[in-house]
């Protein structure tokens, strides 16, 4: 089912976010140079322009990760084109080991956007009808009084300095009573 063009966004710009980061962190962690913020912000703009017909629907997790592997692929032959000390092996092929650790990471991340999809769609549909019915409304301010000290008597202490200050034996009552 289709959906309105702020989620059909959301969901590309996370798919484009998540597409770009991946294929960066890989690149970095396999020795590679990390290439130019410009060059990361224009592949990341090319990479959401390309996913926002496959974000019109919420994908499955398998549908997910084969398009984050479409873009890691693009992505990797960008930063090898575009980093100088790539040049030399354009052609080089990716060893199995690599390419299983792009495809489980890729399953993973894909895993992760549609739960988390799915988690902000559940939590969506249960604040979206309290917020219409109850909108925050802020508590009034209720502002203190402050009276200035003036003729307000003072409490009398009910132990005074001459039952505290005696002197001789105690009382009777309270020598039988200790």
């Not at 962690?29 to 019109?56: I, K």
């Not at 502002?143 to 300095?161: E, F, H, K, Q």
């Amino acid at each position: 089912m289709p959906t309105s063009s702020g989620a059909r966004r959301v969901r590309s710009a996370a798919f484009a976010a998540c597409a770009v980061g991946l294929a960066l962190g890989a690149h970095v962690t396999a020795g590679g140079e990390a290439p130019d913020v410009t060059l990361l912000l224009v592949l990341g703009v090319l990479v959401e322009a390309a996913s926002s017909t496959f974000a019109r629907r919420p994908r499955g997790a398998i549908a997910t990760a084969v398009a984050l592997l479409s873009a890691q692929v693009a992505l990797h032959g960008s930063f090898m084109i575009a980093g100088p000390a790539h040049a030399a092996h354009v052609s080089h092929l990716p060893s199995p080991p690599m390419l299983v650790a792009h495809g489980l990471a890729a399953l993973v991340l894909a895993v992760l956007l549609v739960r988390g999809e799915q988690l902000i769609t559940r939590v969506a549909r249960v604040l979206v009808p309290v917020a219409l019915l109850r909108p925050f409304r802020p508590l009034p301010v209720r502002r203190l009084m402050i009276v200035p000290p003036g003729d307000v008597p003072r409490p009398r202490p009910t132990v005074t300095l001459h039952d505290l200050s005696r002197r001789g034996p105690p009382d009777r009552c309270l020598a039988t009573h200790a």
